[in-house]
């Protein structure tokens, strides 16, 4: 049953998923269950709040496929984390879908992450490893294609995170 509740009242609010939180207890018993937009959540949580890719990936890679966000998220990650193979195959995930869905992607994730009042750091992390693509420049600010849009946006998470 837990695993199959939803999570709205979480995505509205996620500082209620907070360690130590008033509703940490559900929201636990919602992991332990195999929920799968709890761990889509607690991998978001890992990444932004306690900066730890690791847990993140993990808990981010039990979502694929049943929470729209979380091939997002996990392309994100790779990038941000220099996983080379990983950061290859993740953004061809994305590349498969249509592209509406993909920028839906970016901005539902992008609002969460104010939603978690996440700080947002003036410098990248330092393990940021991202691949530039060959045509991203100063004189080309205003490109619009797909590489490039994943590029900015694993910027952006990993200035977030």
Same mark, same amino acid.
């Given at each position: 049953?837990?695993?199959?509740?939803?999570?709205?009242?979480?995505?509205?609010?996620?500082?209620?998923?907070?360690?130590?939180?008033?509703?940490?207890? @559900?929201?636990?018993? #919602?992991?332990?269950?195999?929920?799968? %937009?709890?761990?889509?959540? %607690?991998?978001?949580?890992?990444?932004?709040?306690?900066?730890?890719?690791?847990? #993140?990936? /993990?808990?981010?890679?039990?979502?694929?496929?049943?929470?729209?966000?979380?091939?997002?998220?996990? #392309?994100?990650?790779?990038?941000?984390?220099? %996983? /080379?193979?990983?950061?290859?195959?993740?953004?061809? @995930?994305?590349?498969? @879908?249509?592209?509406?869905?993909?920028?839906?992607?970016?901005?539902?994730?992008?609002?969460?992450? %104010?939603?978690?009042?996440?700080? @947002?750091?003036?410098?990248?992390?330092?393990?940021?490893?991202?691949?530039?693509?060959?045509?991203?420049? &100063?004189?080309?600010?205003?490109?619009?294609?797909?590489?490039?849009? &994943?590029?900015?946006?694993?910027?952006?998470?990993?200035?977030?995170?």
């Amino acid at each position: 049953m837990i695993a199959r509740v939803e999570m709205r009242q979480y995505r509205q609010n996620l500082v209620l998923m907070r360690v130590g939180g008033l509703f940490r207890k @559900q929201f636990e018993n #919602a992991l332990e269950a195999n929920n799968p %937009e709890a761990h889509y959540l %607690e991998g978001l949580r890992y990444a932004c709040w306690e900066k730890d890719l690791d847990m #993140a990936e /993990k808990h981010i890679f039990k979502a694929i496929n049943k929470v729209d966000e979380a091939l997002f998220v996990m #392309a994100m990650l790779t990038i941000c984390g220099g %996983e /080379k193979e990983l950061g290859d195959f993740f953004p061809e @995930q994305l590349f498969a @879908q249509s592209w509406g869905e993909v920028l839906a992607m970016g901005d539902s994730l992008f609002a969460a992450l %104010e939603r978690m009042a996440v700080r @947002q750091g003036t410098t990248y992390m330092l393990t940021w490893n991202g691949a530039h693509p060959p045509y991203v420049s &100063i004189h080309n600010l205003y490109n619009r294609c797909e590489e490039y849009y &994943i590029f900015f946006c694993s910027k952006e998470f990993c200035r977030c995170c």
